[in-house]
């Protein structure tokens, strides 16, 4: 019987896990709202859904790392109150996350086994614990040296490891937590091919994933999740592409495509305008197991917007272009003039700026005042023996407080001190003072309420009119169609194609996100074998 | 001072709770001697706020607190910048030895005394460079580097002095740790030390250095998205460091007119470890603060004086200091100050 | 494949070729140099140093680290010494050098992890504390005479090819097996390399990092004090300015013997291995007999920074170690710390 034999003949089978109404509140904000899932035996079920979704904090619930607030999770019949890792494990519910919890410096064997090694008078018995650990692997249809230290192992084999240890304790449910994130195709291959053995012998899984295309490749059926709330559950088979991504951002894909979806663009998108060089151009920017070669260039006084879901190499190219992480492939130049690879220092110095995507942890000082955060970028073009006098330290401050509008008690007080919008227009401002030729700007109105977004939104309009070059990355569709000129959508960490003028919309956008590569068969591109 | 005005109102400073400890050390002393029977009373002979003029120079507990608390001062000003880049150096007290015995070998060698103190300071500016290339760019965890030289220098310092202690008679550079200009009655090493705290002062907050600094250990990955040379901004400091240990040396050797590699500088990392932190600076990086180091150096000395005025001996010393280092760590660190920040209410 | 594994195994391999690079060196300049005799000296002379290594290298092991094990050897030197000369038996000295040791480890642990403080500062405190404690109890050199002292020093010993192996290198081979066996063996040693490989992976794999943590500072103190008071027995007497520096050797003697200072890697075998390096060089001084005891510390400081920078050579190399994409997600920051 195949999986989707098994699916219409629910009776048979009574679901393996049945998750019912679950609330998950955290102060001031509900992560999830009654969501209900159900998961069959030798199924595998796909959770999608974008940045705040609520898929992370399901799979937490599952996983016994949080307690919902609300509802009750059946496994086989019973109800069950998972309260910590172990205890979920207890109950055949093991979780694999993102980060894969493995120790890299012990052998695959003792990674299998850890906590649970079998001993004879305090003793571990070697050969029994090698036994378990390759009986585990077995099931995965793998052969690796038992020996060998999970740091010297490919991602992928890390990953199959990593589930071999969960499956050790006999696990009936698997929940697989963003698992082909790191991956390339033949990795991704692998990895398929244990989830479909396991399926056969009858385990439940659950998969988490941002790539459309893996989803179609192996998952059984699809939950998605939007705001928290369930949008809907569907058969692979019975729910086209363009409908998924509609489910997924809340957007209606309009009845009528524009056209095919555009082929991967290899030529940098629009023509360069003739008189002058591009504000900011990359020629074949890649990065091994990152970001697949892209082309693109942006001139001043326009807006170039990345669009794309979660994961699809957005902010891996955004630093690539500031010099943060050397390309393996390709080149960046500003004005015409080439930038020396991977230097920030040489971006800055010809005019480039960007502001990271987690502005807590990546951009600002959160101790320092706003004064100090503003003038940072500035001062270090200027270097630390040319320093800004107070008083022009204070005057750009205060230019920029008023400027931005930044609701702050004082030029004095700690970033960290001020809400979200407020950090945001500091980071904004520092790099302002710099007076950038282009402007990169990671997630801008990420975490920050509506207000403070449109003045942003404003604010990055009134820049793109004043002659900056700006290249802007947003998960809001409509911010992108609204800001820009003109679009990149990459998809799977590769360009899927370019959108200008009258022909940058949200579905245009969406068609082109939920598109199917021109080789169905390929799970996600693999990055490295262009940029090898 | 030390932190730019107008950032903290003084009552916010860090620098006012060593200066708080000192305070209130010099008026428990004098309670003390006040209330004990058979105390010298206030002002009496022996009484820790007396002063006497000795040789035609004020005297006393007080000043002894300044005069030897001005190379701890010294030391401390070193390594607050380290402090602040999320390092730390032990080498200081062997650095300091080191410094001693090379400058004192050269003057009995009779190399011009000029030469040898800037012999001996460039000697410590380059263990400092040693250590900050091992960390910065070595990668090495910067209390293994400077444990090595902390051990090891001391040993290189019995080797240049040929395993004694080597006394001297030279005018220049008794004067570093004796001297008493006629101009200003106070002890030369305390002179140096706010000289020092001046010019270091100068050179961090007068230029952006002391920003870029704080930066680095604050937020290492913002710091280099805005393009700070991290590396070379710690390796740096490591070579402030030993060239203030260098000092704090000389004035150490300058005080007992010889170089003692064996005890020269002893305990002289947890001094420095323990001016810093009451002073403020954190030793998670980032914030920094001069003022409260150079007056966490005087609170250490009073706390010291206070213990030989009460005949506590100098080797018991470090176990109160010891014991402050960790409780003052362990009122910064994250859960504790999570648990405070839980009860203070945020500013929206 | 083999290159990896070689790679891995260099240092080791690096410190066996510099033992016997020296003790050829040495046989080659000066008569009877690798000789039985002068072997069981050096482990009669290093077996408080051996001892100690031993319950550093589970700290190191665990990716921590302590200082405070010179003082902390001193420390319970003078306390064995010191309660001699009230009239104690010295053997019943032990158990209770033992308790202290291993109840002021365990203080230090669970500092480190209640507070999440650096494991350098609160062992470095302890260093001082200890140090300071020390000559509270008594501050000048304390010399005792017991006869089961006598006896240890005199009769107590195992022969072993016409020389004769002391009682307290039988001991310090005893512990060093032991704690092989402990680190390779059983359960808690292999928490202890799953801490030290990744604190972060561990915990969420289910080991109690709290517990861990304190555990192994408790053996660590314990490991010393047992060193502490095979040293006052050796020296028969306590010192309170003995030992200062020792951290320095015996936290050399581990990274020689092939235990990363990051955690995670490394032996209790390969300890002794170090062990056996720094006493060879020391050693070689003595029969130079013209050079300054000082040179002891240099060499070891060197060691100690040749071997730390191989290992971190190795590991950017990627031979070592290649994560791939950092796949157990491993962000190295920019800034070393």
Partial sequence: MTPAERLNHPAASPPLVDVRGVVMDYPGVRALDRVSFDLARGEIHALMGENGAGKSTLVKILAGRQRPTAGTIRLGGTEIRPASTRHAEAHGVSTVFQEIDLVPTLSVADNICLGREPTRLGLVRRPRLRARAAAALRRLGIAIDLDRTVEELPTAIQQLVAISRALDCDARVLVLDEPTSSLDASETGTLFEALRRLREQGLGIVFVTHFIEQVYAIADRITVLRNGARVGCWTTAALSREALVSAMTGRRLEAVHRGPAAAPEREPIGAPAAHAPPALAARDLGRRRSIHPVSLHVSCGEALGLAGLLGSGRTELARLLFGADAPDTGRVEVEGRPLPVGSVRAAIAAGVAMTPEDRKSQGLLLDFSVRENIVLALQSRRGPLHPLPRAEQDRLAAHYIEALAIAAPGPDTPVGQLSGGNQQKVLLARWLAVQPVVLILDEPTRGIDVGARAEIERLILDLRARGMAIVLISSELDEIVRLCDRALVLRDRTAAGALAGEALDESAVLAMVAAAPASASIANRTVDEDAG | ?348 | ?337
């Fill in chain 3, 1 to 337: 494949m083999r290159a990896l594994l070689a790679s891995r195994n260099l240092p080791s391999l690096a410190a066996a070729a510099i033992l016997a690079v020296l003790v050829v060196a040495g046989s080659v300049r000066f008569e009877h140099f690798a000789s039985v005799g002068n072997l069981s000296n050096l482990l009669g002379d290093y077996a408080f140093v051996a001892i100690a290594a031993v319950g550093a290298t589970f700290v190191i092991l665990a990716g921590g680290i302590d200082l405070s094990v010179g003082s902390m050897v001193a420390f319970t030197a003078m306390l064995a010494a010191w309660l001699v000369d009230r009239g104690w038996h010295p053997l019943a000295t032990v158990p209770v050098c033992l308790a202290i040791g291993a109840a002021l480890g365990a203080a230090m642990g669970g500092l480190i992890h209640a507070f999440a403080l650096p494991a350098f500062i609160v062992t470095l405190a302890g260093m001082f504390a200890l140090r300071a404690a020390t000559f509270l109890l008594h501050d000048q050199p304390l010399g005792i005479v017991h006869p089961f002292l006598s006896w240890m020093s005199r009769d107590a010993a195992v022969p072993l090819g016409g020389a004769a192996l002391p009682a307290r290198a039988v001991l310090m081979l005893a512990v060093v097996a032991l704690g092989a066996i402990v680190a390779g063996r059983t359960r808690f040693g292999r928490r202890v390399y799953a801490l030290g490989g990744s604190p972060r992976s561990a915990e969420a794999m289910g080991v109690s990092v709290g517990t861990t943590t304190v555990a192994v500072y408790a053996l660590a103190g314990a490991c010393a004090a047992l060193a502490g008071v095979v040293f006052a027995s050796a020296k028969r007497a306590g010192d309170p300015t003995a030992l200062v520096g020792l951290e320095l050797t015996v936290i050399a003697a581990v990274v020689i013997g092939g235990t990363l200072l990051s955690g995670g890697v490394g032996s209790v075998g390969g300890t002794l291995l170090g062990v056996l390096i720094l006493g060879v060089i020391r050693l070689l001084i003595d029969f130079q007999g013209n050079l300054n005891a000082a040179w002891t510390s240099v060499a070891t400081g060197v060691l100690l920074l040749a071997f730390a920078g191989l290992q971190r050579a190795l590991a950017g190399l990627g031979g070592w170690a290649d994560r791939g994409t950092g796949g157990a997600a491993r962000i190295e920051p920019r800034l070393p710390r």
């Fill in chain 2, 1 to 348: 001072m030390a932190t730019p005005a107008g950032q903290r109102s003084w009552h916010a400073s860090p620098a006012v709770w060593p200066v708080l400890g000192i305070v209130s050390l010099v008026l428990l002393n004098a309670l003390f001697d006040k209330l004990l029977p058979g105390g010298p009373g206030l002002f009496g002979p022996g009484a820790f706020l007396r002063l006497s003029m000795r040789d035609g120079v004020p005297a006393g507990a007080l000043v002894d607190i300044l005069n030897y608390g001005g190379a701890i001062a010294i030391l401390a000003l070193g390594m607050t910048p380290v402090i602040a880049t999320r390092g730390v150096d032990l080498s200081v007290g062997s650095v300091m030895a080191l410094a001693g015995a090379v400058a004192a070998s050269l003057v009995v060698a009779d190399v011009p005394s000029i030469a040898a103190l800037a012999t001996a300071l460039a000697v410590g500016a380059a263990c400092g460079l040693c250590n900050g290339v091992l960390v910065s760019f070595g990668g090495v965890q910067p209390f293994v580097v400077t444990l090595v030289l902390m051990v090891a220098g001391r040993g290189v310092a019995q080797l240049v002095t040929g395993s004694q202690i080597t006394t001297f008679h030279d005018p220049l550079l008794e004067f570093v740790g004796l001297g008493r200009p006629a101009w200003l009655p106070l002890p030369m090493p305390f002179i140096l030390a706010t000289a020092m705290l001046g010019a270091t002062v100068l050179a961090l907050r007068r230029t952006a250095l002391g920003l870029f600094t704080e930066a680095v250990g604050s937020n290492p990955e913002a710091a280099a998205l805005v393009g700070v040379r991290s590396r070379l901004l710690v390796a740096a400091a490591y070579v402030f460091c030993g060239l203030c240990a260098a000092l704090a040396g000389l004035i150490a050797m300058a005080n007992i007119k010889g170089a003692d590699p064996f005890n020269a500088g002893r305990n002289a990392e947890l001094a420095a470890i323990f001016a810093v932190v009451v002073g403020g600076t954190s030793l998670a990086g980032g914030r920094m603060c001069l003022l409260g180091a150079f007056a966490g150096a005087f609170l250490l000395q009073a706390l010291t004086t206070t213990m030989y005025a009460r005949n506590i001996g100098a080797d018991v010393a470090p176990l109160p200091q010891a014991l402050a280092i960790l409780a003052v760590c362990i009122v910064g660190s994250p859960p504790v100050a999570a648990m405070l920040g839980r009860r203070r209410k945020r500013t929206p």
